[in-house]
């Protein structure tokens, strides 16, 4: 069940709130965040407070441009992120470059309890879009999601002609 869908900067940062009672409670996010270093900092500030606004049951994956390679002056402020908001990156150098071959800048972050046996950077020479191609190659990870166990209950159910025909011998 989608139980919100949050634009938290329109056409920077946005999140699915999935949950299903009982199940799972998983929060997906989606962001680009520019280059430019003040507006950056505002739009890290904005997405660590909707994170934090989210139940603390709610498994957090985040995906995206950050426009920062994990080493180097832009990614102090990864890393930040990263501590303050508990997540872990699951794709490195590695894994592939993300960006026109030459640098690693988008990323899938996600709470350090969930394991990923499986990263790829695809290709993007065969990656089009409408009018044109595309500069950033995209990250596929497949994520295995460790679910709470949940029991099922045996439904009590009670014989009411029987009860009553022992009440009525009594």
């Given at each position: 069940d989608?139980?919100?869908?949050?634009?938290?900067?329109?056409?920077?940062?946005?999140?699915?709130?999935?949950?299903?009672?009982?199940?799972?409670?998983?929060?997906?996010?989606?962001?680009?965040?520019?280059?430019n270093?003040?507006?950056?900092?505002?739009?890290?500030?904005?997405l660590?407070?909707r994170?934090?606004?989210?139940?603390?049951?709610?498994?957090?994956?985040?995906?995206?441009?950050?426009?920062?390679?994990?080493?180097?002056?832009?990614?102090?402020?990864?890393?930040?992120?990263?501590?303050?908001?508990q997540?872990?990156?699951?794709?490195t150098?590695?894994?592939?470059?993300?960006?026109?071959?030459?640098?690693?800048?988008?990323?899938?972050?996600?709470?350090?309890?969930?394991?990923?046996?499986?990263?790829?950077?695809l290709?993007?020479?065969?990656?089009?879009?409408?009018?044109g191609?595309?500069?950033?190659?995209p990250?596929?990870?497949?994520?295995?999601?460790?679910?709470?166990?949940?029991?099922?209950?045996?439904?009590?159910?009670?014989?009411?002609?029987?009860l009553?025909?022992?009440?009525?011998?009594?």
């Open positions: 989608i139980r919100s869908v949050i634009d938290v900067a329109p056409g920077r940062i946005g999140i699915v709130h999935l949950r299903r009672k009982g199940t799972f409670d998983l929060a997906f996010c989606c962001v680009y965040l520019p280059p270093t003040v507006r950056g900092q505002h739009l890290y500030r904005d660590r407070e994170l934090s606004e989210l139940p603390r049951r709610t498994i957090r994956v985040v995906t995206g441009d950050f426009n920062a390679p994990y080493e180097g002056p832009r990614g102090s402020r990864l890393r930040g992120f990263l501590d303050v908001c997540l872990v990156r699951v794709n150098e590695e894994h592939g470059r993300t960006y026109k071959r030459k640098s690693c800048i988008d990323f899938v972050l996600t709470e350090t309890n969930i394991r990923s046996d499986q990263v790829r950077v290709r993007s020479e065969g990656a089009r879009l409408q009018g191609s595309v500069d950033h190659s990250v596929v990870a497949r994520l295995h999601l460790q679910l709470p166990h949940t029991e099922v209950h045996e439904v009590t159910r009670w014989n009411f002609p029987l009553r025909a022992s009440l009525s011998d009594a």
